[in-house]
């Protein structure tokens, strides 16, 4: 990501911020994928385009058997408040 702050090697470089997004769905193992596919596609629309991508990211995806049952119920509670019956 280039140089960051040198007080705090982590730190994202001057004039920008480090970001984590949480997205949690229900969906099957070829949904998921797809999912994931389409993010790259959104973060990195030329993934043969030369040096670093114009925003650096990270993906990282976990499913529900990495999850404590606290949670797991939070999340689906979460998602359930987002879209009601």
């Known amino acids: 990501m280039g140089e960051g702050n040198q007080s705090d090697p982590g730190a994202a470089p001057e004039g920008r911020r480090l970001w984590q997004v949480k997205l949690a769905v229900v969906a099957t193992p070829g949904e998921h994928e ?5 993010l790259t596609d959104v973060l990195c629309p030329d993934p043969n385009h030369e040096g670093p991508c114009d925003i650096p990211w990270a993906m990282h995806s976990v499913s529900e058997d990495s999850l404590s049952k606290k949670e797991r119920r939070a999340l689906v509670d979460e998602i359930e408040d987002t879209n009601p019956s």
């Not at 797809?34 to 389409?38: G, K, Q, S, T, V």
Request: hydrophobic letters at 40%.
């Open 34 to 38: 797809e999912l994931l596919d389409r």
